[in-house]
């Protein structure tokens, strides 16, 4: 007893700490990073914000207004010229040398110059100029004027230290200014898109096209557009988002400002600057942000920290292997990685939440998810922390918890052993006697002993042995009476075949003599009686039927309200089966005459007999009941029909054999498998 409450007592006490303990801890966890996503997606929303609010600012501003002014004028002066052979020349060269290959080595594509060359004459002036001179962008946007004396350039020098100093201040990748009919009028790097014309030029498929037309379309100056992440040529097919705004004030738009948005800022927006362990992330959390094509839209803690194991962990996880090297080729996931999980489906529709599920690298991490509140943007924020190390206080509690209960439970065991040997003295008694019984020992008695509980238990334990004693006799008488009421219904040797417990029993038998026999007008007889006078009437006729097959040798199968199915030879083997049936046929009418003269009735037998080969065995599983079928049985229930009138009927096997002995007369015939069959009426008297 001592033992029961103490583990009881322990156990529950345990269970209750363990659950509201663990429930604590995973709770917080989920907490914290919860906590964390809602500090990346603020920091997120503020990033673009900031630049939404910049862009406001700067697109209103006289500055930016009169350097749309100023660079557009330029530009149109460039396009009523006509570029030397020496610009032209250089500006392929620089596309067939410079651009090109670095391009190839950036996207591992193959292209041709000819699809970027420029197609205006200020577009190839400007980049004579502005870069092909040069090896890199940053030494193009240092260049404040060429010298050569054009507009554009005086415009440059004026303009060109202003929005290259605010492109390094805000972290932008470039700004551009675009004229009214999609020219790009100016660039800070001085890229391959300066001078193009989005609409028309080969760039005119990009995202910066769908935002500057978005942008003029707006009417209204303080418009901002922000488009997703797509690959820009231009930058080598580098993943590029844009903000866009109108140049100008009241109704006058001369121009449309956008800035390309700094891929490193938002990347150590989501990173915390790479301080995951202090934003509350541990070693494995990461905070990222996916696109509506499931796609990334920053980089992976992973890819960052552990690059030689990134690509096999991706490919296992069902990133494709060409997609995995190359995300670990240009050390980026942005437009690169997939993730297929519930978390980003959810967010997609805008639901914010928690889950526990397998992430982009099959590891299976704790999630809580969001969308990012910016306009015009369908991003979703995911943070996630791998669940051995967001559950590893859970781990260690339960432990502790686990350890603590073991403890207790040997200490109570070692006191229980104690007292049990104190205890279990009376009990051993009790417990040989229990054997004797088990071991199948009726009427084992023990003695009472003191007046205590275990007298008690000695006295209740002979009142079971008794009545467990009186129980085996009732049990013996049932099983004889049992025994007696298979007999009845099945032959022995079908009788012990079931109580060996064989469920499908059937056999064969060879010359068989079938008897299937019909009481004629039981129904207008019994039409007057009542329910318990017609029961008493059809008992008196069986009871008959039963008392002349056992005179004759014949063996009942099944009796139903008006029929008798019995057989001969299928039991106990007899030479002379036919003969029986017949004669079992003629006592049948014997009885039932008796029965009419007794009870002034008019019943009559139609009864048909064949004899071959039939089967026999038990049919149903929850009422058992032993039938017979086969071909024989089935032409003795035809044959009796084919008069349509009380006789006995018999097929040409009976006839042949009792030929000799008994008359019949032809009765009509029957199809069977065989063909045409005749059948006989036994002639009586």
């Excluded at 009028?185 to 769908?210: H, M, Q, R, W």
């Excluded at 019984?437 to 007046?451: D, F, K």
């Excluded at 039932?592 to 026999?616: C, I, Q, Y």
Aim: charged share 20%; proline share 4%; glycine share 10%.
């Amino acid at each position: 007893m001592l033992l029961s409450v103490s583990i009881g007592s322990t156990l529950v006490v345990g269970a209750v700490g363990y659950v509201s303990g663990t429930d604590s801890l995973r709770n917080a966890a989920f907490s914290e990073l919860t906590n964390v996503r809602e500090s990346r997606t603020l920091a997120s929303a503020t990033l673009f914000k900031n630049v939404t609010n910049t862009l406001v600012l700067e697109s209103k501003g006289a500055t930016a207004i009169g350097a749309a002014k100023d660079f557009t004028a330029g530009f149109d002066q460039l396009a009523n010229t006509t570029p030397t052979t020496a610009q032209t020349a250089a500006v392929k060269d620089y596309y067939d040398k410079t651009f090109v290959p670095t391009y190839e080595q950036h996207t591992g594509e193959t292209t041709t110059a000819d699809l970027f060359l420029p197609k205006n004459p200020a577009e190839t002036y400007l980049q004579s100029q502005y870069t092909a001179p040069f090896d890199s962008f940053d030494a193009a946007a240092a260049v404040d004027d060429a010298g050569d004396g054009s507009a554009w350039s005086a415009a440059n020098a004026a303009y060109n230290p202003y929005f290259r100093d605010a492109a390094t201040r805000f972290g932008y990748e470039d700004i551009l200014i675009l004229d009214t009919h999609g020219n790009v009028v100016y660039s800070v790097y001085k890229g391959v898109d300066l001078g193009t014309n989005i609409e028309t030029g080969p760039y005119a498929g990009s995202g910066l096209a769908s935002a500057y037309s978005d942008a003029l379309n707006a009417n209204a100056v303080d418009y901002v557009g922000l488009s997703d992440f797509e690959r820009y040529q231009p930058s080598y097919n580098v993943p590029t988002a844009w903000g866009v705004s109108p140049l100008g004030s009241g109704d006058n738009v001369v121009g449309v400002l956008a800035v390309q948005f700094p891929i490193t800022s938002i990347n150590d927006t989501m990173t915390a600057g790479g301080n995951w362990e202090q934003d509350g992330l541990g070693s494995t959390g990461e905070t990222y942000l996916v696109g509506p094509d499931h796609l990334m839209r920053s980089v992976s803690r992973e890819l960052l920290q552990h690059p030689e194991d990134y690509a096999e962990e991706a490919i296992s996880a069902g990133t494709p292997p060409a997609t995995a090297q190359r995300i670990v080729d240009v050390k980026g996931t942005v437009l690169l990685q997939p993730v297929n999980t519930d978390s980003v489906d959810a967010a997609l529709k805008g639901e914010t939440g928690t889950v526990i599920e397998k992430n982009y690298l099959g590891h299976e991490v704790l999630t809580a998810y969001t969308p990012v509140p910016i306009n015009g943007i369908n991003w979703v924020v995911i943070s996630s922390i791998d669940t051995s190390e967001a559950f590893a206080p859970v781990a260690d509690f339960a432990r502790n918890l686990v350890l603590t209960i073991a403890g207790i439970l040997v200490l109570v065991s070692l006191l229980s052993l104690v007292l049990a040997q104190v205890f279990a003295r009376p009990v051993r008694g009790l417990v040989g006697a229990v054997r004797r019984v088990a071991g199948g020992e009726l009427g084992v008695e023990v003695p009472q002993g003191s007046r205590d509980e275990f007298g008690d238990l000695a006295s209740a334990f002979n009142d079971m042995s008794r009545t467990l004693q009186i129980k085996q006799d009732l049990l013996d008488e049932q099983r004889n009476e049992n025994e007696k009421l298979l007999r009845t219904v099945m032959p022995d040797a079908v009788a012990a075949r079931y109580r060996d417990g064989e469920d499908n029993i059937a056999q064969v038998h060879n010359d068989v003599a079938v008897v299937f026999a019909d009481i004629v007008g039981l129904d207008e007889f019994s039409g007057t009686l009542s329910p318990d006078a017609e029961l008493r009437h059809l008992n008196e006729l069986l009871r008959g039927f039963d008392e002349a097959a056992e005179r004759t040798g014949i063996e009942k199968v099944r009796t139903l309200r008006e029929g008798y199915l019995a057989s001969c030879g299928l039991v106990v083997p007899r030479v002379d089966n036919v003969r029986r049936v017949l004669e079992f046929t003629l006592e049948m009418q014997k009885v039932l005459a008796r029965f009419n003269a007794t009870n002034g009735a008019e019943l009559s037998l139609r009864a048909g007999v064949d004899a071959g080969t039939v089967t026999s065995g038990l049919v149903g599983r929850a009422n058992i009941a032993y039938d017979m079928w086969g071909e024989a049985v089935s032409l003795a229930n035809r044959v009796q029909g084919v008069g349509g009138r009380p006789g006995v009927f018999v097929t040409d096997r009976v006839r042949e054999v009792m030929a000799d002995a008994m008359a019949f007369t032809e009765s009509g015939s029957i199809e069977t498998r065989a063909g045409t069959e005749t059948v006989w009426e036994l002639v009586q008297g």
